[in-house]
């Protein structure tokens, strides 16, 4: 197994279990949280693969990454004030009480 | 490179060649392992040392500022203080509370540590004494800095007592609030070295012309940043006038009330050595790391460092100075002080450094002197005039000591 | 293969596992945090430094942050909590078949004869990176500024209580 495989492997890994902690968790912060691993996982294979890959001297990887950073910490700020403002009004944060439209 | 050593004075490069003669000692599989280890060991000792030092000249230097004598029991003129402090720290008994989350509360004292000892490895000591010359140094320091957060936010939570908690979100708000002007407050030194490489940094200001040095203080730009630099490390640092996260009449001790014994000696020595490396980074970007003041002879001959710890040790005196002298801000004039005055004074600083690599260079630099003063003392002055507050100060009157 | 990729790719799977399956919400984004750290080191294992010590300047020292204080506010100790939904045996099936849909293509894409020798790690230094972000990249560039005014802003307004609104009151400063 190449270096660049066990990269590969380790961050569809990672993807799964975001995936899974996104799907099953209740808590909605703890949703938020599965989604930045995704992101993660998708920044570890932009890296492995510029490591790897055929042309490392044009920085693709790892620009892609840099933004791909910003963008999620910017996602994550959103998102949480849309957690507290959404926890303002239903008073708990388990989306499975979540369920009305109507305030 | 041993060659430049030598030329460079070997009183002045006589660790890096003891380590250079320990290092042709091992067998060469070790050498790594073993160049590491060499330059860490020193680290691990002189700045716990330096800790040990700084708390008795912070309490005899503050009991003589208020009219008082500090320590004076243990060793002569109570020199000997930290000894007693330490056995003390380390026999007492360590007592974690019942509700308390055991493994946060263990691992917060242990991140924090260990966060402020790893900020040191990009820091240069001396003339080629750095124990990592790394390519994006300055970085690395800020992003270990960051690390401090998450374990006093540790620390708060995992006793689950309000008086924690509550000092605890104080702090990393405070922390927050004053880790931003702080990187901002190093970027126009890095624009100018054009390197995030502390040792780049550092040889860019060691030249002279004439006795003059080039460091960074001595331009208007760097005077600014350096104060706000100043200003945004005693933040960092929770050191009064800051610490309201931890100020005794206040808020008993903040996030670390739970703990006891050697935990809090590592709580105490960690906020120490924070304070220290964020000075180093302060020498390191504004005040010319380890080169002499002037250029002249009586002072170049002195290692370069002896030069880093004088330096060192101004800043901590100033630091103790400071916690003599100012009372403490309230929150919300700490909060605004910082993104309200700092903030945009360290946003302007940039653009003046800007401003003073693409003016011309006359003689003295009168006209880049005078254009960027110009341009940061205005808004400076209209910034501090608006956030004035509305109360009109009266003459004080005493009303029991007449 | 080598040891240290090893050890980094187990405290990461382990952390961002427990950050997933655990109970108490702050225990999950403190294991989030060693997940974190545990790819960071990745990072800086394959040699792209700024990328690291960004990540851990990001993501351990704000994003992590965010979410603690996000899970203290929310904190609501009165009600009984569920953590998993109740259909989670669907949720690990479908992320288990993404895993192995993806392992099998990765599998599939290196043939066994693909042992190609180990390129150096390419020296990339901060001044390629600013040089890059300044030329080639500098319309992300000043879109992701604008973006992070947005998403400051917008977040600033969203998490604001209807009572503290400035511009209901003034009061001294």
């Keep these: ?103 | 490179m041993i060659v430049a050593a030598v030329n460079a004075g070997s009183v002045d490069q006589v660790f890096v060649l003891a380590k250079h003669a320990l290092l042709a000692r091992t067998p060469d599989a070790l050498q790594p392992l073993a160049s590491a280890i060499i330059s860490i060991i020193p680290l691990l000792v002189v700045f716990p040392s330096l800790f040990a030092i700084t708390t008795v000249l912070e309490r005899k230097g503050l009991g003589r500022m208020q009219n008082r004598l500090g320590p004076n029991r243990v060793g002569p003129f109570g020199l000997l203080q930290p000894a007693a402090d330490g056995i003390k720290a380390l026999i007492k008994e360590d007592v974690v509370p019942a509700a308390a989350d055991q493994l946060v509360h263990f691992f917060a004292p242990v991140i924090f540590v260990a966060a402020a000892f790893v900020a040191y490895a990009v820091l240069p000591i001396g003339r080629n004494m750095v124990l990592v010359n790394l390519n994006a140094g300055v970085l690395f320091f800020f992003a270990v800095g960051s690390v401090v957060e998450l374990s006093v936010f540790m620390a708060g939570w995992s006793s689950r007592s309000k008086y924690s908690l509550l000092g605890a979100m104080r702090a990393i708000a405070q922390m927050i609030s004053y880790e931003v002007p702080l990187v901002l407050a190093s970027v126009p030194a890095i624009m100018q070295a054009g390197s995030l490489s502390t040792v780049d940094i550092v040889n860019a200001q060691a030249g002279y012309t004439g006795i003059w040095p080039h460091w960074y203080l001595f331009t208007p730009w760097g005077i600014v940043g350096f104060g706000l630099f100043l200003i945004a490390a005693t933040a960092e640092s929770n050191r009064s006038p800051f610490d309201l996260p931890e100020g005794e009449s206040e808020i008993i001790a903040g996030y670390f009330i739970e703990y006891s014994g050697f935990k809090f000696a590592l709580f105490f020595l960690a906020e120490y050595l924070g304070m220290f490396a964020t000075s180093a980074l302060g020498i390191t970007l504004f005040l010319g790391g380890w080169s002499a003041p002037l250029g002249i002879s009586l002072f170049t001959v002195v290692p370069s460092y002896i030069w880093f710890f004088a330096k060192l040790l101004g800043f901590i005196c100033f630091f103790i100075w400071i916690r003599g002298t100012l009372p403490r801000l309230r929150m919300d004039q700490l909060m605004g002080f910082a993104w309200k005055f700092i903030l945009p004074m360290a946003l302007l600083n940039i653009f003046v450094t800007g401003l003073w690599r693409f003016l011309p260079a006359s003689p003295l630099n009168s006209i880049r002197w005078i254009v960027c003063a110009a341009v940061l003392a205005a808004p400076c002055v209209v910034l501090s005039m608006s956030l004035k507050q509305k109360k009109k100060l009266l003459i004080r009157t005493y009303h029991f000591a007449e | 293969m080598t040891a240290t990729f090893l050890i980094l790719a187990a405290i990461t799977v382990a952390g961002t596992a427990a950050a997933m399956g655990l109970r108490n919400a702050v225990h999950c984004v403190l294991a989030l945090t060693a997940g974190f750290a545990g790819l960071a080191g990745l990072y800086l294992y394959l040699g792209a430094q700024f990328v690291g010590f960004t990540q851990i300047m990001v993501y351990v020292g704000a994003v992590a942050i965010l979410a603690v204080f996000a899970v203290m506010m929310t904190h609501n100790p009165g009600e009984p909590e569920e953590i998993f939904s109740r259909f989670w045996v669907w949720g690990a099936v479908i992320a288990g078949a993404v895993f192995l849909t993806l392992a099998r293509a990765i599998r599939l894409a290196f043939a066994p004869a693909d042992a190609t020798p180990a390129t150096p790690a390419p020296s990339t230094t901060v001044q390629q990176i600013g040089d890059a972000l300044m030329h080639r990249y500098v319309l992300p560039l000043e879109i992701i500024g604008l973006l992070l005014t947005a998403a400051l802003i917008g977040a600033v307004i969203i998490a604001m209580d209807p009572k503290d609104d400035p511009t209901l009151e003034e009061d001294a400063e």
């Design chain 1, 1 to 103: 197994m190449t270096p660049l495989e066990g990269c590969l492997l380790l961050s569809a890994l990672l993807f799964a279990i975001g995936l899974a902690g996104t799907v099953t968790r209740r808590n909605a912060i703890l949703v938020l949280i599965g989604i930045e691993l995704m992101l993660n996982a998708a920044n570890l294979n932009f890296i492995a693969l510029w490591r790897y890959g055929p042309h490392p001297e044009a920085l693709t990887g790892i620009m892609f990454t840099i933004f791909s950073i910003a963008v999620a910490a910017a996602e994550a700020a959103v998102g949480l004030a849309l957690i507290l403002a959404a926890y303002r009004h239903f008073r708990t944060t388990n989306l499975d009480r979540m369920n009305r439209l109507k305030g």
